[in-house]
């Protein structure tokens, strides 16, 4: 069995960083407060600052537009993110100060708990059929960061348009894929646990 539902953009939730620092559009999460098992957001930077403490959380940071961004993590040497789509895994306990290259940027940021999930984080065009493959404990987020997509032989879920999210959960392995087609460009997290479920804190 496989479970889809589109989550549009007035499904997402706006709410300031724990810090008070900036800006974040939650997409989707599984959990409550800061108990959550993962967390997928959309982050608006618009000033110098520092990161929220997310204690036993891995985080994963990848720039989807504007003039990039600069993290202090720890006593690491600084990183910098200037490329659309580049992207950077750190520990969600671990402190970093973030600087704006060139103005204000808008940044795609998964959140897992640590021991509870294995993730991935990919960017993508839409070119050609983008197949997804059943796996029990699976959850996919196809996050449209331009462009549309539309998902082949499934005539119940309508045409997924940018900023719009596809959140698909694959309840058993094996059987066809499921074929997602269209234009434009995606962001894909992939999710895999022992668990299933998932909550999305605007619908």
């Not at 982050?43 to 504007?66: C, K, N």
């Amino acid at each position: 069995m496989t479970t889809l539902r589109v989550l549009r953009a007035h499904d997402y939730r706006r709410m300031a960083w724990k810090n008070g620092g900036g800006i974040t559009t939650e997409i989707a999460r599984r959990g409550d407060g800061d108990a959550f098992d993962w967390r997928v957001s959309v982050a608006e930077i618009a000033q110098d600052g520092d990161f929220s403490i997310f204690p036993d959380v891995d985080r994963e940071l990848m720039l989807l537009d504007g003039g990039g961004v600069e993290l202090a993590i720890g006593s690491d040497e600084p990183v910098a993110l200037t490329r659309r789509y580049q992207k950077h895994a750190f520990p969600g306990e671990a402190p970093v100060s973030c600087r704006l290259i060139d103005g204000p940027t808008r940044d795609f940021n998964l959140m897992v708990r640590r021991g509870h999930y294995a993730a991935e984080l990919i960017a993508r065009p839409i070119v050609g059929a983008q197949l997804l493959f059943p796996a029990a404990g699976t959850t996919w987020l196809v996050f449209v960061a331009n462009g549309h997509v539309l998902v082949n032989d499934r005539s119940d879920v309508p045409r997924i348009e940018g900023g719009e999210t596809l959140l698909i959960e694959f309840m058993q392995s094996g059987g066809s894929p499921l074929v997602l087609n269209g234009a434009g460009e995606i962001v894909l997290v992939k999710l895999n646990s022992r668990e299933s479920g998932v909550e999305n804190r605007g619908s």
